[in-house]
């Protein structure tokens, strides 16, 4: 058996840029970008496709007490900077009443292509996630990782939501932006792979056929990353507060390391179908944590909140090896 897997922790947040005066979204990312690009490689800031979002990301960080300090200076970083501007910055998934059909695309031509390929698909995008990557530098362990964790996520995406509002309309649902971001190709629930050769052999397809460049464009819940060697988890909704992120983050580390231990007793978890963890990512979204989900071991219908807890529960062990009982309970 492989080495234990690193576990270290890194964070992407997208932000609104907002006008204090109007409290609308402001699209402003280019003039970031033109008079501050020192100050941009410093911090990893990167523009996204509409030019309101602006998207940082922590460090590689080794322990999730590093994790929380980097991301409170991420956040601290790009709201003074905002405010050097006359703007400020929000963290929520979606902004309660400004127009999609109003917010120019970012003049790149990654992000041009992104529009002529996805049309109205990307033009509809103004949503803001977090993405959370956990190091795995064993690729079969990343992918059987992606297989099992996929059941968990729905819980997560509960605890994360943040985006209730849209065009100035209550959705009735917590996360809103799970649904927008739900109408692009190759989204949501992850696709059960067995092997790094099966993942490869997917990729390769895409690939030569012309339909993805590179693995970049899988936009699942969960995916081994192209490029880093990492579990990328990018289920979740922003979080408004910092130490709601940092539990999330040390759920999802916990998450792997409960996995690698079962790994080194020969003992595995159940992986689920789609269709029927598609069933509890609709409730998450729809209901938040304040809803029930399909306890699918025991096809029992429980509140969300319970499930949560017996999540919490089952990676006791793990949380207190990790040493974050601080962040999470």
């Not at 309101?52 to 003074?80: N, W």
């Not at 990557?133 to 362990?141: K, L, N, T, V, W």
Request: with cysteine; net charge neutral.
């Amino acid at each position: 058996m492989s080495a234990r897997p690193s576990l270290t922790i890194g964070i992407e947040e997208e932000y609104q840029i907002i006008d204090p005066e109007t409290r609308q979204l402001r699209s402003f990312i280019t003039q970031f970008l033109d008079n501050d690009k020192v100050v941009m490689v410093e911090r990893e800031l990167k523009p996204e496709l509409h030019q309101s979002m602006v998207e940082l990301g922590t460090p590689v960080c080794y322990t999730l007490d590093h994790t929380k300090d980097e991301l409170t200076k991420q956040r601290a970083f790009i709201s003074g900077l905002a405010q050097q501007k006359g703007l400020e910055i929000a963290a929520a998934a979606t902004h309660p009443f400004s127009r999609w059909q109003d917010q120019p695309v970012t003049p790149l031509p990654r992000y041009q292509g992104v529009l002529e390929e996805m049309q109205v698909l990307a033009q509809r995008l103004l949503i803001f996630g977090m993405h959370v990557h956990i190091g795995i530098e064993d690729r079969a362990f990343a992918i059987d990782a992606m297989n099992v964790v996929r059941y968990m996520l729905p819980h997560i995406l509960a605890l994360s939501s943040s985006s209730p509002f849209w065009l100035g309309r209550k959705t009735g649902l917590k996360s809103y932006r799970a649904t927008v971001f739900g109408d692009f190709p190759r989204s949501g629930t992850a696709e059960i792979c067995r092997t790094v050769a099966d993942w490869d052999n997917m990729i390769g397809t895409l690939v030569r056929s012309g339909c993805i460049p590179d693995g970049s464009k899988i936009w699942w819940d969960c995916r081994p990353h192209h490029k880093y060697p990492t579990l990328e988890f990018r289920v979740c909704d922003i979080c408004t507060r910092v130490d709601e992120a940092i539990a999330i983050a040390g759920l999802f580390q916990a998450l792997v390391l409960w996995l690698w231990n079962l790994r080194r007793k020969n003992i595995t978890f159940r992986v689920y179908r789609t269709e029927l963890i598609d069933e509890n990512r609709w409730r998450a979204g729809r209901y938040g944590i304040d809803g029930k989900m399909i306890d699918f071991g025991k096809s029992q219908e429980v509140p969300t909140r319970q499930l949560v807890r017996e999540l919490i529960e089952m990676l006791g062990d793990e949380i207190a090896e990790l040493g974050i009982e601080k962040h999470i309970k």
